[in-house]
C-alpha cells in the first residue's frame, strides 16, 4: 500500500513494501529516481539485517547454516503503517516463520519518516525481543535522479564536508570486500565529479566521509543533502554498472558486504551491532532537499 506525507514544502510517498520511499517531490520536481527496470528497479530500499552481499547467499549462526537476500530481508516485506500526523508515518516489521527461517531471531524493527521544512527525518528503532544476543546492520539505499531538472548527467557532482579522508575499499571481481584499501583518484578538494564509468565495476563503497554528503551541479542551486548518523561508517555510490544510468545512490551503511570467498559467521561478520535482551538500538539519518 501507498502512503503519502506532506507539508507546505514537501510531498513524499512510502511504500508499505519494506518501508521504501517512492517519491520525493519539491516544488514539481521529483527528486528520487522511478524505479525503471532497464537500469534498477529499486527506488529507496531499507537495509535489515544486512548491508551488501553475503558470499554464495549465506551465513553461519550458532553452528547452523541460514541463507538470505542480498541487504537482507527487510526491502521485500510488507511492513505495518501507523500514520501519526500529515507529515510523519511509523512502519513496522516483527518476526514472522519465513522470517525467522533465515533469520533466528525474534525482534520489533521501526522506521519512523517525519518531514522538517525540505529535510526528511528517518529515524529507525530496533528492539531485541530474543532471549539471545542479536546482530544486525542497518543502511539505506536511495537513488536520486541525475539530472535532477537540469543538464546532463556530467554537470553533476557529488561534495564531501570538510575533514574529509575519502578513500575505497576494494572489491574483488565479484563485488566481495577485499582487505585492502583503494584511493579515489577522482576525488579533488573532496569533491567527486560524476561519470557513468566510475560505476563499471558495480559500487564505490567509501569511507573516511563527514557528514553531510551533497548531490549538486554546475547549472543551478538544485541539490539533495544525506546527512548520516556516525555509526553509518561506509556510504556506498553506485548505479547500475556499464550504463549511462539517470540517477545516482547515495547509501549510508553500518556494515559492508562479505569478505571474498569467506562466509560470515554472524557472530564475528564485520561491524556488525550487538544488542542484548530487551535492549533497543536507534539510530537517524536524513534526506534534505533544496
Not at 55 to 69: I, S
Not at 117 to 128: R, Y
Request: net charge negative.
Amino acid at each position: 500500500m501507498l502512503y503519502t506525507i506532506s507539508n507546505d514544502k514537501l510531498t513524499v510517498e512510502i511504500s508499505s513494501l519494506g518501508a521504501e520511499l517512492q517519491s520525493i517531490k519539491y516544488q514539481n520536481v521529483e527528486y528520487l529516481w522511478q524505479g525503471d527496470k532497464t537500469f534498477w528497479g529499486g527506488r529507496a530500499y531499507n537495509l535489515f539485517p544486512i548491508c551488501g552481499r553475503l558470499t554464495d547467499g549465506k551465513y553461519n549462526y550458532a553452528g547452523k547454516e541460514y541463507e538470505m537476500n542480498l541487504h537482507g530481508f527487510l526491502r521485500k516485506r510488507e511492513t505495518e503503517a501507523t500514520v501519526i500526523a500529515d507529515d510523519e508515518i511509523d512502519f513496522k516489521l516483527v518476526k514472522t516463520d519465513e522470517i525467522y527461517s533465515m533469520y533466528p531471531f525474534d525482534f520489533e524493527y521501526h522506521i519512523r519518516y517525519k518531514l522538517i521544512d525540505t529535510k526528511i527525518e528517518m529515524n529507525i528503532t530496533v528492539l531485541n525481543k530474543d532471549d539471545k544476543v542479536m546482530y544486525f546492520a542497518l543502511g539505506g539505499h536511495p537513488g536520486f535522479n541525475v539530472p535532477l531538472e537540469n543538464g546532463n548527467f556530467s554537470d553533476y557532482y557529488l561534495e564531501f564536508e570538510n575533514g574529509s579522508n575519502p578513500y575505497a575499499l576494494c572489491l574483488s571481481d565479484t563485488c566481495y570486500t577485499t582487505n585492502d584499501i583503494c584511493e579515489i583518484k577522482q576525488v579533488v578538494n573532496n569533491t567527486l565529479p560524476l561519470t557513468h564509468d566510475l560505476f563499471d565495476r558495480d559500487a564505490i563503497i567509501v569511507a573516511g566521509l563527514k557528514s553531510p554528503i551533497k548531490l549538486k551541479n554546475k547549472l543551478d542551486s538544485r541539490e539533495v543533502i544525506v546527512d548520516i548518523a556516525d555509526e553509518m561508517k561506509y556510504v556506498g555510490l553506485w548505479h547500475a554498472p556499464k550504463t549511462e544510468a539517470p540517477y545516482v545512490c547515495i547509501e549510508p551503511w553500518t556494515s559492508v558486504p562479505a569478505y571474498d570467498g569467506v562466509i560470515d559467521d554472524l557472530e564475528t561478520k564485520r561491524d556488525m551491532f550487538k544488542l542484548g535482551k530487551n535492549e533497543k538500538y536507534n539510530l537517524e539519518w536524513s534526506i534534505t532537499v533544496k
